[in-house]
């Protein structure tokens, strides 16, 4: 039996697959979802209203998908800044509590006694540094000896969990407020050291969006027009023609990951100093967002202002999830169209590379018979 | 096959070719790179499909929708590059893919079969052992003997004597002897004429993907065929140098150089070399003696054990490919796609491959883009590159027009020596002209040109002075004048000169 379509490689990506190869996705995602909340007895169309409606039509609603827009936005921009260079670095997660360890720290280390704004731009860049520094252990190993990066950045991502456990349940440890005997939880940042929101027409924009669209602007100039992203375009599509034209191969892959874990990092610094305001073991654990990144940078096909836009997508999904969460809304919704916008987003990738025919021979076929 | 078309973004690649094959016959495919011999091979293993045109087989016209489809049908091909499993077993490798084999293995009745195939066409190689333990020739058998399994009637070779030695080709040349014998038909496809013409029963020539005639091989000569082939006579004469080599002008001096190869073994032991202004070096040897380290040290892409490069006067750092850059080395490696280019980057990107960081291309760590396209169409222009566009891929480029590229960038760096190596290896006879043209352009315009090639006739052809390398070591460099055929055959052999005579 032969199939009625075929798939032809195609020799040109024209630059309008860009978009429509994820909007095609997005929309199969949808027809796949609408089949499944047919099965379960609801109405597609309303269910996905009310989402629109409470993840991104009014100001409410728009200020919480911001706000769970943010992480993911750092966490994106960290997966897109390494899978670019072909370094598979899935250790946003562990990378993003580190920077929010860091972060902390330094916040409630100087929380006290030196000016807001110093502060503040010291939990960034604390953030920055300790992410930073921790993805360096996976960049070096990489570059110096050839170690598989997917597999020590998820190791020490859980290596970060158990550390952030340490910190606040089972340690006496400068993170953890001593007043809270009975359920431990982290010391509190000064309150005048919470980081600003912004307010245009009602909807709050939180600090940390900020920073996360300057990264991203940053990393797409950087990719798109300076040398170092030309040499890191160069060093993935040919190690041997980097070495050739003496690209510092291993120095590139250490700063690239670096700076990937710098950005997770960043994103642990907005945890503490935009909505927690101490460090909250558990609830940086609850939300996945260094892996949600790579579905985020995955989806934008690792366009820096493409992950922007994606996060503020899937944030809006979340948050209409969060919110529409009861009896006729199931909590495993929002989690289920997540997975099949990944999958048809993985699925669209085929379609970058070859395109669908029709099976000329198959059809005769079937005329004939 | 009539009135085959295939089209590809800004190339017809095929564009009407006729093609008529009888049984048991060795029938020679033969035309330039980009000719369409490929396409047109891979529109009859099933792999594209054509855009026009029929294919009949014994009489009746079939679709090949998958290389399955064509194998089914009998037609098998043995690609350039193997597809064969490393730690697999040669017989392993035989059933790998056959829809035919169960699902539980019987080694024994496999191995007999593997033995009995290669016997009965002479082909020597053990079924028992690893592919990764086999020499190139052997594997190529692998390949063969894989397609025999599975029962073709029709095997296609696709370039099969690039990878041999003489004695492994003229055994290849045996075997198809034996199998067209037993009525089996082979498409032998080559761009080298005395190979076409010692082999084939007929031969079909493609030119710019259109069949220019189909003759029996017994009644015509390389020359006719190479006219043919690119259209007009080429002459294979020693080419005119207008201007001499500057003896006195030292540009390249390499002292003791000593390194290694990439398993860690001692590739290089003491090596010295000049070059002069204005003079072309040839290095022969048997590929794998060190030649390809050589050109990697002194271009520094390798890290020399020992040793010195410098270039008129002043050292290049060991190892640093960024000072013998600057220094003004240009090298054209022997793997051009993947180490001289980056393959997925735009002609324009590779064209600014190593003069990205220089003030006319980029500022403030900035890439100029505009600077980089049109400096890009410039050289296109004048390297007279076929490329749709500045944009394209280079992967998408024929042979030898990614090989223009790769010339056309590291002579617009204006260099003081060029290393290049194996600069002709599998291109057509048109470009290759372009090539050595373009090497003793450069040479007459005083660059010094170390040319390492594998081809004795490219570089008796084109070098004042020829070194020859055997194990690593330089063991002569002769002159011009002392440099013939036989010397220089003694000498890469490991034959001493003096005790010879």
């Known amino acids: 039996m032969r199939s009625p379509l075929r798939l032809e490689r195609r020799l040109e990506q024209p630059r309008w697959l860009n978009w429509a190869i994820p909007l095609l996705s997005l929309a199969a995602a949808l027809v796949v979802g609408a089949i499944v909340l047919l099965i379960t007895g609801k109405n597609p169309l309303d269910v996905y209203q009310r989402i629109f409606e409470r993840g991104f039509l009014s100001v409410r609603a728009i200020t919480g998908t911001l706000r769970t827009a943010t992480p993911l936005a750092f966490t994106g921009l960290c997966a897109a800044a390494a899978f670019r260079l072909g370094v598979i670095n899935i250790g946003g997660e562990g990378q993003l509590y580190v920077g929010a360890i860091g972060a902390s720290l330094v916040g409630l280390w100087m929380g006290d006694s030196y000016p807001v704004g110093i502060v503040i731009i010291a939990m960034v860049i604390f953030g920055a540094f300790f992410g930073g520094l921790y993805a360096t252990i996976v960049g070096v190993l990489r570059a110096q000896f050839n170690t598989n990066e997917i597999i020590t950045s998820l190791m020490l991502n859980y290596i970060a969990a158990i550390l952030l456990n340490y910190l606040i349940f089972n340690s006496f440890s400068y993170w953890r407020d001593p007043r809270s005997a009975g359920f431990p939880s982290g010391k509190p940042l000064e309150k005048r050291t919470y980081w600003p929101t912004f307010e245009i027409g009602g909807v709050s924009i939180p600090f940390g969006l900020l920073l996360a669209v300057a990264a991203g602007i940053f990393l797409w100039v950087l990719y798109r027009r300076s040398r170092f992203g030309f040499e890191v375009g160069i060093i993935a599509d040919s190690p041997r023609a980097a070495r050739y034209v003496g690209i510092r191969t291993k120095w590139t892959i250490i700063v690239v990951t670096a700076m990937s874990g710098a950005l997770a990092g960043i994103g642990g610094s907005s945890q503490v100093g935009d909505f927690a305001h101490y460090l909250d073991a558990k609830g940086l654990q609850l939300n996945n967002f260094g892996y949600t990144g790579i579905v985020v940078a995955a989806l934008a096909r690792l366009n820096p202002l493409g992950a922007l836009l994606v996060a503020v997508l899937l944030g809006g999904l979340t948050n209409a999830g969060y919110s529409l969460q009861g009896p006729d809304f199931p909590s495993g919704l929002v989690g289920t169209l997540q997975g099949l916008i990944l999958f048809t987003a993985v699925a669209g990738e085929i379609l970058m590379k070859y395109k669908i025919r029709p099976n000329r021979a198959a059809r005769k076929a079937a005329v004939a018979s | ?501």
Request: hydrophobic share 45%; with cysteine.
């Open chain 2, 1 to 501: 096959m009539t009135g085959v078309v295939k089209r590809f973004p800004g190339v017809v690649a095929n564009d009407g070719v006729e093609f008529e094959l009888r049984k048991g016959e060795v029938h020679a495919l033969l035309g330039e790179n980009g000719a369409g011999k490929s396409t047109l091979s891979n529109i009859l293993t099933g792999l594209y499909r054509p855009d026009e045109g029929t294919i009949e087989l014994d009489g009746t016209p079939v679709v090949f929708n998958s290389p399955k489809a064509a194998l089914d049908a009998g037609i098998g091909m043995v690609h350039q590059h193997f597809r064969l499993v490393e730690p697999f077993t040669v017989a392993e490798n035989v059933v790998l893919g056959n829809p035919e084999t169960p699902f539980v293995i019987d080694t024994e009745a496999i191995v007999e079969r593997v033995t009995e195939l290669a016997q009965r066409y002479d082909m020597a190689v053990d079924p028992r052992a690893r592919i990764w333990q086999l020499s190139v020739g052997e594997q190529q058998r692998v390949e063969i003997l894989k397609v025999l399994y599975r029962g073709a009637r029709v095997l296609i070779l696709d370039e099969p004597t690039a990878v041999l030695t003489p004695i492994e080709a003229n055994a290849l040349f045996k075997t198809l002897r034996a199998m067209t014998a037993e009525g089996r038909t082979v498409i032998f496809i080559s761009h080298k004429l005395d190979e076409v013409m010692s082999v084939s029963d007929r031969i079909t020539v493609l030119r710019g993907g259109r069949t220019v005639g189909t003759v029996d091989t017994a009644s015509t000569n390389t020359r006719d065929l190479a006219a043919m082939m690119v259209g007009r006579s080429v002459d294979f004469q020693r080419v005119v140098r207008t201007a001499p080599a500057q003896v006195d002008n030292v540009v390249l001096e390499a002292t003791n150089l000593c390194g290694i190869d990439d398993r860690g073994r001692q590739a290089l032991h003491d090596v010295c070399l000049t070059v002069s202004r204005g003079e072309i070096v040839g290095v022969a040897g048997v590929a794998g003696n060190g030649q390809r380290e050589l050109a990697e040290v002194i271009a520094g892409m390798r890290t020399a054990t020992a040793g010195t490069v410098t270039i008129e006067g002043s050292p290049v750092s060991n190892g640093k490919a960024r000072s013998a850059i600057a220094g003004g080395i240009a090298h054209v490696p022997e793997d051009r796609l993947h180490t001289g280019l980056a393959a997925g980057h735009s002609v324009a990107d590779n064209m600014a491959l190593k003069s990205y960081r220089s003030p006319i291309l980029s500022r403030f760590g900035l890439l100029k883009r505009q600077a980089i396209t049109s400096q890009a169409a410039d050289l296109v222009d004048k390297y007279d590159v076929k490329t749709p566009g500045t944009d394209t891929p280079v992967r998408l480029l024929s042979g030898g027009n990614v090989q223009k590229v790769l010339l056309a960038r590291e002579f617009s760096t204006q260099p003081k020596l060029l290393i290049a190596a194996s600069p002709t290896r599998g291109l057509d006879v048109g470009a290759i002209e372009t090539v050595r043209a373009r090497l003793v352009e450069a040479a007459d315009n005083g660059v010094g040109v170390l040319l390492i090639s594998e081809d004795l006739e490219e570089i008796l052809s084109l070098a004042d002075r020829v070194a020859v390398m055997y194990e690593g070591r330089i063991v002569a460099v002769l002159p011009a004048a002392e440099a013939t055929r036989e010397n220089v055959g003694l000498l890469m052999g490991g034959a001493n000169l003096e005790a010879s005579r």
